[in-house]
């Protein structure tokens, strides 16, 4: 079975007070599944026990958190605040287990949505990712914690090449931690550490350098990239913040 789902999963039953998981776009039965989650179930598993687990899977990740908040301080949540978040309340009120058919507006801009190009950019605008998707502007955000008392946000949902990156003159930063995302993006990951204080101190974690193809190389690790390889070719990518996308069907689901 997919070894970091498990270790995730493992760790925040383990350390329960210590570890909260936040669910993503990609914790959802249609998403996982084009992006490979189901088949490698069933490549792992057989058909019977691969669908049955990854059935089960999906009925967990429609009970993980939406959203958390530090302190009452800084709030993280997947994707952003997008056009309907106004108030920290409207996330408390959903209610887990929850679908993303089901799923409110609200929940399609937490799990979806991504701040504008950049801080010049203000208001509501188109999301590339896709048709009723929507980026906000620095205002939004700037509106957002002032009303909810709040210092900062904190998103993932776009690779970014420092894996961190302010927005709205800091009051947003997009976090992203795996390095050198899909084996081509070549970005550095980061995590973010939250001091006495709220003080936001980010590590970086430098993507490795590109391995060593040898014949001692243990056969298991080469099926491993291989099996990513075939993966990419036919996942549609993340967006990595800022740099020109190639051209796309805009209906197809190449966002994502
Ligand atoms: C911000 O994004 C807009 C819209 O794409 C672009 O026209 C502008 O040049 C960008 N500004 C900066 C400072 O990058």
């Known amino acids: 079975m997919n070894s970091i789902v498990l270790s995730v999963m493992i760790m925040q039953i383990e350390h329960p007070e210590n570890v909260h998981l936040i669910r993503g776009n990609h914790e959802a039965s249609d998403i996982n599944a084009l992006f490979g989650f189901r088949i490698e179930c069933i490549e792992r598993m057989g058909e019977n026990d691969g669908i049955w687990a990854w059935t089960r899977f999906n009925q967990l990740f429609n009970c993980i958190p939406l959203a958390a908040l530090i302190e009452k301080k800084i709030i993280c949540m997947?994707?952003?605040?997008?056009?309907?978040?106004?108030?920290?309340?409207?996330?408390?009120?959903?209610?887990?287990?929850?679908?993303?058919?089901?799923?409110?507006?609200?929940?399609?801009?937490?799990?979806?949505?991504?701040?504008?190009?950049?801080?010049?950019?203000?208001?509501?605008?188109?999301?590339?990712?896709?048709?009723g998707l929507v980026t906000?502007?620095?205002?939004?955000?700037?509106?957002?914690?002032?009303?909810?008392?709040?210092?900062?946000?904190?998103?993932?949902?776009?690779?970014?090449?420092?894996?961190?990156?302010?927005?709205?003159?800091?009051?947003?930063?997009?976090?992203?931690?795996?390095?050198?995302?899909?084996?081509?993006?070549?970005?550095?990951?980061?995590?973010?550490?939250?001091?006495?204080?709220?003080?936001?101190?980010?590590?970086?974690?430098?993507?490795?350098?590109?391995?060593?193809?040898?014949?001692?190389?243990?056969?298991?690790?080469?099926?491993?990239?291989?099996?990513?390889?075939e993966l990419n070719i036919q996942r549609p990518p993340t967006p990595t913040r800022g740099r020109p996308q190639p051209e796309v069907d805009r209906n197809s689901l190449a966002y994502i």
């Open 78 to 131: 997947h994707g952003g605040i997008g056009r309907s978040i106004h108030a920290v309340e409207q996330i408390e009120k959903l209610e887990r287990p929850i679908t993303m058919d089901a799923g409110s507006i609200v929940l399609m801009d937490l799990l979806w949505s991504d701040p504008t190009e950049n801080d010049s950019v203000e208001g509501l605008r188109p999301n590339a990712r896709g048709p």
């Open 136 to 229: 906000f502007g620095p205002d939004r955000v700037a509106d957002f914690c002032k009303k909810n008392r709040l210092q900062l946000i904190i998103r993932a949902h776009e690779c970014v090449m420092d894996g961190f990156e302010r927005f709205a003159h800091g009051q947003l930063i997009t976090l992203f931690s795996a390095t050198n995302y899909c084996g081509t993006a070549n970005n550095a990951g980061a995590i973010l550490v939250v001091g006495r204080g709220l003080v936001v101190v980010p590590k970086l974690i430098h993507p490795l350098p590109p391995p060593i193809h040898s014949p001692e190389a243990s056969p298991e690790r080469v099926g491993d990239d291989a099996w990513m390889q």
